[in-house]
C-alpha cells in the first residue's frame, strides 16, 4: 500500500490483476542527492524551499493577518534593486529588508479573489478585477495605471475600469476579460500604444474579441506565441502590424483551462495548464497527468480550482503545482518532471521567492 499525507490509499499490486499502471512514478532521492535534508545520515524529507519571510528566525504576518495569494519578485533595471511584493485578498505589501516588515502599498476597495502581475517598463503593473489596473514605479504607493479618478481612457471620454487578466506580448501591455463603460466584456483583450502604459487613446492601441460565448481564463507564452485560454478553447496570437497589429489561429475548440494559476512554462518553454477536462496538460504532449489522474487529479476540489498554483524550481528543472485536494484549501503538492511525478503533503497557497544580498 501507499500513502499520500495519510489522505488516501491505494494498492499497487493485486494477486489478481498484477501491478497497478497508474501509480505515481516517484521521483527517485538519494543521500548524494543536493535536494534533500538529512538527519544522521537519513533522508527526513525533501529539501523544499523557506515559506515564509523571516525576520531572523522569526515568522512574519501580514498586517492584515490574511494569507498571501501571489508573491512578485521586481528588480529594477535603472538602479538594479530587488524588491518583493506580497498580495493577499486586501492589500499589496512590500517586504522592507531594513526592518524586516511588511509595508502596506495599497489597500483593496473590497476583497479580491485573484491578482496577476507583471513587469513592464521597469515598473509593476497588476490588477485584481476588483479595482483599477495599478502600477507602481517602486516610489511611493500602488496607484490607478493613468492616476486618474475614472480608469483608462481608450476612447474619448470612454474608460476601462477594471481587468482580470494581464500579461506582456511584443512589447505591449494587454488586459484581457475587462470592464469598460459599465460593462463586462469577458471575451475581450485590448492593448495600450506600442511601449507606452500610459496611452490607451492613440497610436497602436485596440481591442479584439477572442473566440466565441466562453470566457478568458487566462494567459500563456509559447514559441514567440501568445496563448488566450478561455473556458473551452484556447488560441495563439502574433503580431503582425498595422493596421490589425495582432492575428489569432484557433488551436483547441474542445480544451480549455480552469484556472489561470496553473498556467506555467518550463525551462525549454514548453506549456502546462490545467485543463477543461480537469487534466494536467502540455500543449505539444497533451495529457500528461495520467498516473495521477485518478488517484489525485480527479479529487481536485471543483468549487476551489482557481486556488491552484504553479512554479517551475529551476535548481531542480520540476513544474510544481499547489492543489486543493479533497480539500477547500491547497494542501497538496505535486511535482512533474520528465514524466514523473512526486508528491508533497505540504500547504502552500503561493509561490514566490528573492536571493538575499
Known sequence: MANVGDKTRFGIFSPVSGIKKNVPIILT????????????????RRRMRKATLLNAETKVQTPDANPIIRYHTFIKRSTGTQYVLAFTKAHIYQWNTATLAFDTKFTCSA????????????????TNNVDKVLVWDTTGNF?????TTNGIEYSAGVYLTKAKYVTTFENYLILGYTYESGASYPQRVRWNDIGDETNWLTGNKGSVEIGQADKITGFGHYQ???????????????????????????????????????IINDSKGRLYWYS???????????????????????????????LIKSVFLDNTEEVCWSI?????????????KEGKWLLVDLAIPSFGGFKEA
Not at 496607484?143 to 492616476?147: K, Q, R
Not at 486543493?324 to 512533474?336: G, Q, R, V, W
Request: glycine share 6%; aromatic share 10%; charged share 20%.
Open 224 to 262: 514567440g506565441f501568445l496563448i488566450i485560454f478561455k473556458e473551452t478553447s484556447h488560441y495563439k496570437v502574433w503580431l503582425v502590424g498595422v493596421p490589425y497589429i495582432f492575428n489569432a489561429l484557433q488551436l483547441s475548440n474542445k480544451v480549455g483551462c480552469q484556472c489561470s494559476g496553473s
Open 324 to 336: 486543493p485536494y479533497s480539500n477547500a484549501l491547497n494542501n497538496l503538492l505535486i511535482i512533474f
Open 111 to 126: 476583497d479580491c479573489e485573484n491578482w496577476e502581475t507583471v513587469n513592464y517598463n521597469d515598473k509593476v503593473v497588476a
Open 29 to 44: 532521492l538519494t543521500p548524494d542527492n543536493m535536494n534533500v535534508q538529512l538527519k544522521d545520515g537519513k533522508i527526513i
Open 143 to 147: 496607484v490607478a495605471l493613468d492616476d
Open 276 to 306: 477543461s477536462e480537469g487534466t494536467f496538460k502540455e500543449i505539444t504532449a497533451g495529457t500528461i497527468s495520467d498516473d495521477i489522474q485518478t488517484d489525485i487529479v480527479a479529487k481536485i476540489e471543483p468549487d476551489s480550482v482557481e
